[in-house]
């Protein structure tokens, strides 16, 4: 074989090589930044999560790299997946959660965070599978004790639904999550178990089981055999609820977000009380912002991007908020029918 065959093989490999890694989705990057999370803090017992308290939780939520920045900064947006048990105490396949608002503690200098919360009741697990949870409001939550700590826990960490940890190069440390809410992101979840090509219907992702697998063998070394079979099933979202539109307009504008160049990033940006829970923008705000992404779908000019579906997305997402903002927010009376 000549050194031009020879190099145009070794480009084929490599083009390949790199076909799949882009062909590789944003959920299964999720999966295996969680199994290498759970990796690391596993990898020194006298500083990891108690085995002990992974034995008898009802669920395991790992959100990898929830907070970027070099200042002291609130945690904005988190993505990440929770393992929960079934009603036999079996762990199941990862569900994908987002978190917004709240904060980590004192994040002086962090560049990235991730964080843990092991719910230790079933309650807990139960409200966010039907939608979401408010950290330290719909469930009391604590730093979690690490290695040795587990059997000296105090008061507020043995009554807490959640313990909740964080790691920031290389440290690891139980840290509270105060006022985060954590809610079930079906979008993602639908798009992780989407059957892939020659994939039956109903297949677990490798990256899942793996995941599970790591919990399961942490949580009880000596129950060596773990078989995820079924895609996990969870209640469909509440139609038109605000806050579940918001958190969806939230997560569409981030893929948005990547496409763009600063210019267009500042002139599709959205009111900053999309990212906020429990907050909604004026309604002015709301239908200026609107107004800019109606003026780009009627330039010809802007056709490329104006097609492309994470604009529409988040578009579509717009509309519908407004729509639900405006319903919530009606001014007529409610009064009995009238008299006959």
Known sequence: MTWTKKLVSIFLVLALASSAIRAQSAEDRTVEAA???????TAIPAKAIPAALLADAHGVAIIPDMVKGSFVVGVRRGKGVIVARNASGEWTAPVFVTVTGGSVGFQAGLQATDVIAVFRNRQGVDRLMRGKVTIGADAAVAAG?????????????????????SRSRGLFAG?????????????ATA????PKPGQPKG????????????????A??????VNVKEVPTIPPPEADDAEAVRAQLAESFLRLHRILDLQWKEY???????????KAPAKDVL?????????VTKDARYQELSARGEFQETYTLLHRYRSVLEGSKSDTLKLPPPPK
């Open 268 to 278: 599709l940006a959205l009111p900053g009380e999309v990212y906020a829970v429990g």
């Open 203 to 218: 297949s677990v992702p490798a990256s899942a089981i793996k995941l599970v697998e790591q919990i399961a063998a942490y």
């Open 145 to 165: 004790p690490v290695g040795r700590e587990a059997s000296a826990g105090t008061d507020v960490q043995l009554k807490a639904e959640i313990l909740s940890y």
């Open 175 to 187: 840290v509270a999550i105060d006022g985060a809410a954590m809610q079930i992101d079906h979008r």
């Open 191 to 194: 798009a992780y178990y989407e």
């Open 220 to 225: 009880d070394p000596k129950k060596k055999v």
């Open 35 to 41: 199994s290498e999370v759970l990796r690391e803090i």
């Open 287 to 295: 239908a200026k912002c609107l107004d800019r992404y109606s003026a």
